[in-house]
T-cell receptor, first 112, second 111 residues
Framework: ELKVEQNPLFLSMQEGKNYTIYCNYSTTSDRLYWYRQDPGKSLESLFVLLSNGAVKQEGRLMASLDTKARLSTLHITAAVHDLSATYFCAVDNNFGNEKLTFGTGTRLTIIP | EPEVTQTPSHQVTQMGQEVILRCVPISNHLYFYWYRQILGQKVEFLVSFYNNEISEKSEIFDDQFSVERPDGSNFTLKIRSTKLEDSAMYFC?????????FGPGTRLTVT
């Protein structure tokens, strides 16, 4: 059974600081997804990482994928309050159109 | 931009009642999914659907649950006899290839 773990579960950081969220998964997969969820809202797609070594950046967020280590990171640069949300990583089984297995989520709070 | 829609946004029902949650996937997508999220927890897969049949279902998706695509646009999740523990946010998703697009969710409250 595919397991996806994130850490930390909770992260409180000051504006302007940098931090990294980690996502480990238990089986071989070349596809990893990052989603953002605001309280009571749906899942907003942030990044789709499709191969080993993939790196994508959007604004203050950068995601990377190491399929050999089965690890993805979401790096936050110079955090701002608007980034406060819960971030989920998710993995599929690499066969196309498969279910997503989600991580536990990281609740990020940016303190002014 | 096309999006997945869901109705209702919030459904309150009594234990033992049947509920139907509705979804309209993105029109050219062929693969459909239901997920649920209990408050404060992670998102869990329930069922996937392709070519008018279930592709995969989780342990959560027992005989009380069923899915249907009654016409060319709607995709429904039925819970036959709701339990308190069915209270959750239910998300529908669809995809053409692999990236899944999620609807806004239906919050189901079972009292």
């Amino acid at each position: 059974e595919l397991k996806v773990e994130q850490n930390p579960l909770f992260l409180s950081m000051q504006e302007g600081k940098n931090y990294t969220i980690y996502c480990n998964y238990s089986t071989t997969s070349d596809r990893l997804y990052w989603y953002r969820q605001d309280p009571g809202k749906s899942l907003e797609s942030l990044f789709v990482l499709l191969s080993n070594g993939a790196v994508k950046q959007e604004g203050r967020l950068m995601a990377s994928l190491d399929t050999k280590a089965r690890l993805s990171t979401l790096h936050i640069t110079a955090a701002v309050h608007d980034l406060s949300a819960t971030y989920f990583c998710a993995v599929d089984n690499n066969f196309g159109n498969e279910k997503l297995t989600f991580g536990t989520g990281t609740r990020l709070t940016i303190i002014p | 931009e096309p999006e997945v829609t869901q109705t209702p946004s919030h459904q309150v029902t009594q234990m033992g009642q049947e509920v139907i949650l509705r979804c309209v996937p993105i029109s050219n997508h062929l693969y459909f999914y239901w997920y649920r999220q209990i408050l404060g927890q992670k998102v869990e897969f329930l069922v996937s659907f392709y070519n008018n049949e279930i592709s995969e279902k989780s342990e959560i998706f027992d005989d009380q649950f069923s899915v249907e695509r009654p016409d060319g646009s709607n995709f429904t999740l039925k819970i036959r006899s709701t339990k308190l523990e069915d209270s959750a946010m239910y998300f529908c998703a669809s995809t053409e290839t692999y990236e899944q697009y999620f609807g806004p969710g239906t919050r189901l409250t079972v009292t």
